[in-house]
């Protein structure tokens, strides 16, 4: 039997185009691999490095205390007949916070009186008794006026009058300086002889804090602090260290003392974060972003014609935004005034990395 020449043309035709195709597919896939896209550089931001003020932190906690603070008291017996302040109500210095029972004073300042004008009558007769009248005072010797007074009894009557006098000024209890009311105590109607509230001069206050020993010389009269409470980050109140206990505790700590302004948002009593602050110059300072972790080291990136050079520190000091660095020499690394420190764009950098500053 012949074979089909016809069929035979087909398949030949069939399987040169197929092998036109291959041919085709491997030539375009060859020139695709030749072709190596440029590796766009990354952007960084950089500062340039020079010596300066490192300000040291150290943070604590810390509680507040009112520097002025007393108890108001109702003295005397007798019944309190108004209160006419409440708890967080500001008052002035002299301003009348409660009242108590006028009537006993009263009496008292009548019969205060009533033994003044004998004594004088007394002093009177007195005088005559020498010579001379009440008029003739001015002319009569220091001494023998003194005696006069004592033996006529107007000495002690005039104590008396100013105590009695006294003693009525107090039925109404005054603020003694400017502050706010805290733990009211007393209501209408009570017997004296109790507290009735406590002032607290809120215009400034005293923060107590402890510090490790450790830490002895971040601590100096007149160093600054910062005082932050617990309940709001964004509150911040400077201030000086005005005592430092000259003895250490037993817990290895010192007892430190400072004073800040007043503000509504502290309280008394109220515990607080201290930061202390010391400042310490010719050192290198950079921010904490420009310090990342390579193989379990710290390094920084410097920017050199390009690229990223990759350069081991040690970070001698830090606080909440810096570090103060000096270049770690057991590795050969080198840093100097004037070098341009990448301080963003770090994170996934290598040494000679093709970088490109921000504009």
Excluded at 72 to 100: L, Q
């Amino acid at each position: 039997m012949k074979p089909d020449i016809r069929l035979l043309g087909i398949i030949l035709c069939l399987t040169s185009a197929a092998c036109g195709r291959g041919a085709g597919d491997g030539h375009s896939s060859d020139h695709e691999e030749s072709v190596i896209p440029a590796v766009k550089p990354y952007e960084v931001s950089v500062m340039e490095l020079r010596r300066g003020v490192f300000n040291r932190e150290t943070v604590c906690n810390g509680h507040l205390e009112a520097i002025r603070k007393v108890d108001i008291i109702a003295d005397g017996y007798g019944i309190i007949e108004k209160v006419n302040v409440r708890e967080g109500d500001h008052v002035e210095r002299g301003d009348v916070i409660a009242s108590t029972d006028r009537i006993q004073a009263a009496i008292s300042l009548r019969r205060a009186r009533l033994a003044y004008d004998r004594a004088v009558v007394s002093m009177s007769e007195r005088l005559l008794d020498y010579g001379y009248s009440l008029s003739d005072t001015g002319i009569v010797s220091p001494s023998q006026m003194k005696m006069i007074r004592m033996m006529s009894g107007l000495t002690d009557a005039e104590i008396g009058l100013e105590q009695a006098e006294s003693g009525l000024d107090d039925c109404e209890i005054r603020a003694p300086f400017s502050g706010v009311i805290a733990n009211l105590e007393c209501q209408e109607y009570e017997l004296t002889g109790k507290r009735i509230c406590t002032l607290v001069d809120a215009e400034r206050y005293k923060v107590r804090f402890n510090i490790l020993e450790t830490e002895y010389s971040m601590i100096e009269k007149g160093g600054v602090v910062s005082v932050v409470p617990f309940y709001d980050n964004s509150v911040t109140l400077d201030g000086r260290i005005v005592t430092v206990n000259p003895l250490v505790g037993q817990n290895g700590q010192i007892s430190v003392c400072a004073e800040i302004p007043g503000s509504k948002r502290l309280l008394d009593g109220m515990n607080v974060r201290v930061i202390v602050k010391k400042s310490v110059p010719d050192m290198f300072v950079i921010p904490k972003n420009a310090v990342v972790s390579r193989d379990g080291h710290d390094v920084v990136f410097l920017f050199r014609d390009g690229k990223s050079v990759w350069t081991y520190v040690n970070i001698l000091m830090g606080n909440g935004s810096e570090y103060a660095v000096e270049a770690d020499r057991s590795r050969d690394a080198v840093l100097r005034e004037g070098d341009l420190v990448i301080v963003e764009g770090n994170f996934n950098l290598g040494d000679n990395t093709g970088v490109v500053i921000k504009e």
